[in-house]
């Protein structure tokens, strides 16, 4: 797995602040529609809301990793949110979530997701990738930094 396969600076989206997840994936929704990636934001806020509070997304040291299948992707995308002031996920380690690692397909990647998760999963634990996004000013300088870190693992 490799985030150079699959992410590009067209799929990261930034903002400052939510007060909670069902925002956050609203607007991310509406993102996605107006990149002409979807067509149904509501059935994807909707998707992600329910996987969200099944149980907690967020993996610690600030980053979060939701996964959603539906048939509106035709193929596998792997897209960033960071909110820059942090937001609430519920985290086991009780702290706020910056970066948010979004894994959409259709229902036949069920393995890229598993390989995708565990990939973020060990990035993030082996990096210091949230404290570096943080100094971001904006996508290309997060998509490069993602880059740079990811030859670290």
């Known amino acids: 797995m490799n985030f ?10 930034i903002s400052d602040y939510y007060e909670d997840t069902d925002s956050l994936y609203a607007d991310f929704a509406h993102f996605l529609k107006e990149k002409g990636i979807i067509k149904d934001k509501e059935k994807i806020k ?28 035709s193929k596998f995308i792997l897209s960033i ?5 942090g937001m609430d996920f519920k985290a086991q380690d009780e702290g706020k979530v910056f970066l948010v690692f979004l894994i959409m397909s259709d229902e036949k ?8 998760l565990a990939h973020i999963a060990r990035f993030v ?6 404290n570096c996004a943080k100094k971001s000013k904006n996508a290309q300088e997060i998509l490069n ?5 990811e030859k670290l693992i």
């Open 46 to 73: 909707r998707l992600f809301i329910k996987r969200e509070n099944m149980q907690s997304t967020a993996i610690g040291k600030g980053a979060a990793a939701p996964h959603i299948f539906s048939d509106e992707f």
């Open 125 to 130: 634990k082996t990096t210091d990738i949230v």
């Open 4 to 13: 150079m396969n699959f992410l590009d600076k067209e799929n990261i989206f």
């Open 145 to 149: 930094i993602i880059i740079e870190k």
């Open 109 to 116: 990647d069920i393995g890229m997701h598993l390989k995708t």
């Open 81 to 85: 949110a960071f909110i820059k002031n």
